[in-house]
């Protein structure tokens, strides 16, 4: 869902749509140095004709992310276009994309990454990333619900085929993938906790520690169970009366492992993140924490799993996830990631016709300074809260 890409070397945000006027930011300074802005921009396309171009002032050389760069803003079409610039560092340049392109917004979150204690980021973290994996259990149980009942609509054989989607058979396969994919996320995350944060909370309260533990390990014979179930769905025939009980079945364990997940997700926020803060680490060792829990979910900043954590994520909130990972000491592994999203491509050819397609329609809300998505979903297709490059 999004924006595709065509394959060439230069560094562009895609063109959409293509009968508006285009808007052309130009960024000088080096690949790396302006890789992060590169990937705002990406955002700001989904809403504008907007194209980035890289003009390279440093030969290619890997200078530092954080040095000065210059933006310019030329409007095509114009009769007399003006060029507005501004320099600085990326988040001065940041702000000013943000307040020329409004939408969708990328910073609510008052301050900064250089602002941030250590501690607070991985608590930061640990809430976002509970923020994407509760955003892909709706989406699965939305697209579940939406499967069921197109099912029964026609004693069983599912209605007309989506071609968004295929064949009954072909949809519960691609719900199967997304589930593993949320499966594996969830796991690293579980594995996370369990490793590197727990052990600091059990020094404040062992009780709390001791049942955020045995949830874990209550969990995830049910996770594993709903694998199975899709993998028994996949070979049933989906006319029989079988196929509809298990369809059924599947979709109320999917709903109760999300009421789990939700009920679970804030008490961890509310009984346990708050430790952290008063666990007094040094600064070396709340960077070490901080670099650890990066390292111990290594497949969810991978390429494939990256995407699909930051699919899960409003775009202010994957910003800040960005932020947070520019943090850890690995600067390499962190402008590994950010060129990962650059050259991420996608199957849709934009925001509009992927909301028209799912017949979906959303709106953000902002509240208390916060930003919400409001959803009223017909398809599970359409409840995507971020990029639709992603």
Not at 7 to 35: C, D, F, H, M
Request: with cysteine.
């Amino acid at each position: 869902m999004g924006i595709c890409f065509g394959k060439r070397k230069k560094s562009t945000a895609e063109i959409v749509p293509q009968n508006q006027p285009t808007t052309t930011v130009r960024l000088y300074g080096s690949p790396r140095s302006t890789a992060y802005i590169r990937v705002a921009l990406k955002y700001k396309a989904a809403a504008v004709s907007l194209r980035c171009v890289v003009a390279d002032t440093c030969g290619g050389d890997d200078h530092n992310a954080n040095e000065n760069l210059v933006a310019a803003v030329e409007v095509a079409g114009s009769s007399s276009p003006q060029t507005e610039r501004v320099s600085g560092p990326p988040s001065t340049l940041l702000q000013f994309i943000d307040t020329r392109f409004p939408h969708p917004p990328l910073l609510l979150q008052i301050g900064s990454a250089e602002t941030t204690s250590l501690v607070a980021a991985v608590v930061k973290l640990t809430e976002l990333q509970h923020r994407s994996m509760t955003w892909h259990l709706e989406r699965l149980v939305r697209w579940t619900t939406d499967l069921v009942t197109r099912q029964n609509k026609r004693g069983g054989r599912g209605g007309e085929i989506d071609p968004t989607v295929g064949t009954a058979r072909m949809e519960v396969r691609k719900l199967g993938r997304s589930y593993t994919q949320l499966l594996e996320l969830m796991l690293e995350h579980a594995q996370m906790e369990e490793r590197l944060l727990f052990p600091i909370f059990n020094f404040a309260d062992p009780r709390i520690c001791k049942a955020a533990n045995e949830e874990h390990a209550r969990d995830l014979p049910i996770m594993n169970g709903i694998k199975e179930d899709i993998k028994s769905i996949e070979v049933i025939d989906n006319g029989s009366p079988a196929y509809q009980e298990a369809l059924s079945n599947f979709s109320k364990r999917l709903k109760s492992l999300q009421e789990r997940y939700r009920q679970h997700f804030q008490e961890e926020e509310r009984e346990l993140l708050p430790y952290m803060e008063a666990a007094e680490l040094n600064k070396e060792q709340q960077q070490r924490l901080l670099d650890e829990c990066v390292d111990v979910m290594q497949e969810s900043h991978s390429h494939n799993l990256f995407i699909f954590l930051l699919q899960g994520l409003l775009p202010h909130e994957a910003m800040r996830y960005l932020d947070l990972i520019s943090m850890c000491s690995n600067k390499e592994r962190t402008a590994s990631m950010l060129q990962m999203i650059i050259e991420h491509r996608s199957d849709r050819t934009s925001k509009i016709e992927a909301i028209e397609d799912s017949k979906f329609e959303s709106e953000y809300k902002e509240i208390n300074g916060a930003m919400e998505l409001r959803s009223g979903a017909s398809s599970w297709a359409g409840a995507v809260p971020t990029a639709p490059w992603l």
